[in-house]
Nanobody, 123 residues
Framework: QVQLVESGGGLVQAGGSLRLSCAASGRTFSSYYMGWFRQAPGREREFVAAFGRSAGLTFYADSVKGRFTISRDNAKTTVYLQMNTLKSEDTAVYYC????????????????WGQGTQVTVSS
């Protein structure tokens, strides 16, 4: 079992930045590949960013590429999502998730999910 708890969400003006954190606990956290998803009101949950199988390899949705950065601190068992140049369309509940295999852009691949943290970008 892996438990995930997100934090760092809030209200920010367009053009601003936020850093989300995802604290993980439980067994063999380092064995999992981590990702971030988001869900805006009235929309389906969508992929944002994730680590690939190879060390240091990262993937991003086109909508956030160049603005968001995923990183992790294995010693602290924490995954981060640095979000810069935020836009109103980034408003959503953001979730971190853990997968052991499968397509990294597919939420079906992820076995463990956090409760989500709200990000609201005002224009």
């Amino acid at each position: 079992q892996v438990q995930l708890v997100e934090s760092g969400g809030g209200l920010v003006q367009a053009g601003g930045s936020l850093r989300l954190s995802c604290a993980a606990s439980g067994r063999t956290f380092s064995s999992y590949y981590m990702g971030w998803f988001r869900q805006a009101p009235g929309r389906e949950r969508e992929f944002v960013a994730a680590f690939g199988r190879s060390a240091g390899l990262t993937f991003y949705a086109d909508s956030v590429k160049g603005r968001f950065t995923i990183s992790r601190d294995n010693a602290k068992t924490t995954v981060y999502l640095q979000m810069n140049t935020l836009k109103s369309e980034d408003t959503a509940v953001y979730y971190c998730a853990a997968r052991s295999s499968g397509a990294l852009r597919s939420e079906e691949s992820y076995s463990y999910w956090g409760q989500g943290t709200q990000v609201t970008v005002s224009s």
